[in-house]
């Protein structure tokens, strides 16, 4: 985040930066860990999102 801020990115680039570190990493983007990791009632819903995707895949 510091190094996108400093930078000076627009949103989009922002996405595209945390999105291109995080596939480099094998880990995801930071800024959607940082929007998660202290509301589990999210990490619920990204699961319900991740068991959907896989049941339209079967």
Same mark, same amino acid.
Request: charge should be negative; hydrophobic fraction near 35%.
């Given at each position: 985040? =510091?190094?996108? %801020?400093?930078? !000076? /990115? !627009?949103? %989009? +680039? +922002?996405? &595209? /930066? /945390? %999105? *291109?570190?995080? &596939? @480099? =990493?094998? #880990? *995801?983007?930071? !800024?959607?860990?940082?929007?998660? *990791? %202290?509301d @589990?009632? +999210?990490?619920? !819903?990204?699961? =319900?999102i991740?068991? =959907?995707? @896989?049941s @339209?895949? #079967?």
């Amino acid at each position: 985040m =510091k190094m996108a %801020n400093a930078l !000076d /990115f !627009d949103e %989009n +680039k +922002k996405v &595209k /930066f /945390f %999105n *291109i570190i995080a &596939k @480099e =990493k094998r #880990d *995801i983007p930071s !800024d959607i860990y940082a929007g998660v *990791i %202290n509301d @589990e009632t +999210k990490w619920n !819903d990204v699961r =319900k999102i991740l068991n =959907k995707g @896989e049941s @339209e895949n #079967d």
